[in-house]
DNA sequence: AGTCAAGAACTAGTATGGAAGAATGCAACA
DNA sequence: TGTTGCATTCTTCCATACTAGTTCTTGACT
């Protein structure tokens, strides 16, 4: 496992939740694979109570399976939750992108444009830092979310986005296309001149831009797959 | 509190966060009433590890906070909270209300079909059981997320909807308007037939029937309400 | 050899005790 | 009177022990 050091004031639940999310993106906790309280605990070097209570936590979006008395796994991945989370997605942010237009305020505004800034800052660093340009992104969808003031909402479609970010992961795909920071800066420019319905459009578009063919992946590793 | 029966094969976690749930939706447990995992406990009947995990997930969708090592308290009223939980619900079903006319089979349609036959009873019925009304309401649109295929979406809704539901109840206002069973034939019908266009302006008109004055609610009970 | 039952070895669910941190009250002191 | 410091008493957080249920092994018996 994938392991970090544990973040000041961090409980020991949030850095169970957090490193084991992590490793069940990056595949290092593979679909399908049994895990169990103690061992989690003893990677952790926790107890089984913070482990368990995040495992509880990643059976609520159905990313781990808990047989009671039997045993926990990492779910298979089931291309129709992939699907699910990727609808949620679209539907909400698109819906948020449009209500963007009528709630950005000049705060909103001035860190979405800092965080546009900065990527386009690392897409022509010479040294590209594909883990950096990927958080910017989530960073940037992220405070659409808080610009339309729709929190909550960004928190609730992220807990079904992980199913969606393993198969990024097992795709390989990292997203460096220059075309992306385009995007948002389209986006953004839309939202400002208050005009919703290119919004939506441009959010559409930008979205389609993460397609990835699941049915490849499955014939290529079937035993990640669900049925 | 108000305390129903563990049911069979209930896990003590889940009857303990159905138990609370339900008493904070009915108000029993008061907005902004500080609440312990022992007193908890103590009514419920167990121990404290499944309540502490309980409190956990509500903690998760802000209806409780958890302030470590001071104590849990049942959080006050957030408009803003309020307003999410609407503009998620609402933008969701609007996209599954659509979705459906293309994804309906006949085994989701008679399920529905079922479901409305009974909302016809109840609502002619001489003794008239609400609560009855209003679970087949939730069962409806629960089941149209089914015939969408996005079970999880529906429960990512359900999460943050409880902020509504707790809103309804002070408002006291118990949906038994005919109308409203009106609307989900009329819904279902635009799906049968699979009109999309129609079948969202449907649910939009449809859910906006649920709208509640939270702004005078909060100046009939401000003590309940944040800030 | 094949079958079945008993028990060993796992699991998650629950109970409980203690540790660490935060609030409160009170006493000591300026 | 106002302030500081400490002890008390809360709380949640975590570790650990125990319970109960499942699976797998093992060995006796047919």
Not at 18 to 28: C, F, P, S, V
Not at 33 to 48: D, I, T
């Amino acid at each position: 496992m994938y392991l970090t050091d544990r973040l000041p004031r961090e409980t020991g639940r949030d850095y169970a939740l957090r490193t084991i999310k992590e490793n069940i993106i990056r595949l290092e906790l593979a679909p399908g694979s049994m895990v169990s309280e103690n061992e989690l605990a003893a990677a952790l070097g926790l107890s089984r109570t913070p482990v368990r209570e995040a495992l509880i936590e990643l059976n609520k979006v159905r990313i781990v399976e808990i047989y009671p008395q039997r045993g926990s796994s990492v779910a298979l991945i089931d291309p129709a939750l992939v699907e699910e989370a990727r609808f949620m997605r679209r539907v909400m942010e698109c819906a948020v992108a449009e209500l963007a237009c009528t709630t950005l305020t000049p705060e909103w505004l001035s860190r979405l444009q800092e965080n546009v800034r900065l990527q386009n800052f690392y897409i022509q660093a010479e040294t590209p830092y594909p883990e950096m340009l990927m958080s910017l992104d989530d960073q940037f969808h992220e405070l659409l979310f808080g610009a339309a003031n729709k929190p909550q909402t960004c928190q609730q479609v992220a807990n079904l986005s992980i199913h969606f970010e393993r198969v990024r992961s097992l795709a390989l795909s990292t997203v460096k296309d220059p075309q992306i920071v385009r995007d948002h800066e389209a986006l953004l420019d839309a939202i400002v001149n208050r005009n919703p319905e290119r919004a939506r459009r441009l959010m559409e578009t930008h979205l389609g831009r993460y397609a990835i063919d699941v049915q490849a992946l499955k014939e290529q590793y079937p035993d990640y797959f669900k049925k």
